[in-house]
T-cell receptor, first 115, second 114 residues
């Protein structure tokens, strides 16, 4: 079956440090890939997405590139802020062309940014 | 309107109570989902409705009863729950005919069972 593997953390960084959170996946076909973020006490928000190989998703200074050859979708940010402290979930959808069966999530990475 | 609205935000109930969680979206999405999330864990899929019909039930105990009265509303009826059912319950929706599979999530209902 489909699966997503990501570093679990917690990952603790100082403000303005460079961030990488690794994510690799296993899926048949050509899945869509997502990063969702969950701030304390809140639901999940879509951070960025990519739907085909070599696509780069970006939002709020975060970037991730869909690498089919390495089955990866690593999340990066050049300079993190305290407000980026949250849990980050890598996820995939194996559906193409319609349907509904939810997302396959990684276990989540708890990111802590210290001032 | 790109929101999924869940009520109540917080709910405390005893093991003999009957309560309901509600979810509403006005994006015209024809797929709606219930997820359960325990602390420090990823969301776990419970139910999927496609065009107001239950299409996926992930072997959820019968004390959880979903209902989709129309294309905009999704309910989760709760009865005789156990303390281990305490969790954040997330509702989500998506377009059915989509090339991306993106889900839109609500803020969640935090349930405590005493």
């Amino acid at each position: 079956g489909d699966s997503v593997t990501q570093m679990e953390g917690p990952v603790t960084l100082s403000e303005e440090a460079f961030l990488t959170i690794n994510c690799t996946y296993t899926a048949t076909g050509y899945p869509s890939l997502f990063w969702y973020v969950q701030y304390p006490g809140e639901g999940l928000q879509l951070l960025l997405k990519a739907t085909k190989a070599d696509d780069k998703g970006s939002n709020k200074g975060f970037e991730a590139t869909y690498r089919k050859e390495t089955t990866s979708f690593h999340l990066e940010k050049g300079s993190v802020q305290v407000s980026d402290s949250a849990v980050y979930f890598c996820a995939l959808s194996a559906l193409t062309g319609g349907g509904a069966d939810g997302l396959t999530f990684g276990k989540g990475t708890h990111l802590i940014i210290q001032p | 309107d790109t929101e999924v609205t869940q009520t109540p935000k917080h709910l405390v109930m005893g093991m003999t109570n009957k309560k309901s969680l509600k979810c509403e979206q006005h994006m015209g999405h024809r797929a709606m989902y219930w997820y359960k999330q325990k602390a420090k864990k990823p969301p776990e899929l419970m139910f999927v409705y496609s065009y107001e019909k239950l299409s996926i039930n992930e072997s959820v105990p019968s004390r959880f009863s979903p209902e989709c009265p129309n294309s905009s509303l999704l309910n989760l009826h709760l009865h005789a729950l156990q303390p281990e059912d305490s969790a954040l319950y997330l509702c989500a929706s998506s377009q059915f005919d989509t090339d991306t599979g993106e889900l839109f999530f609500g803020e969640g209902s935090r349930l405590t069972v005493l």
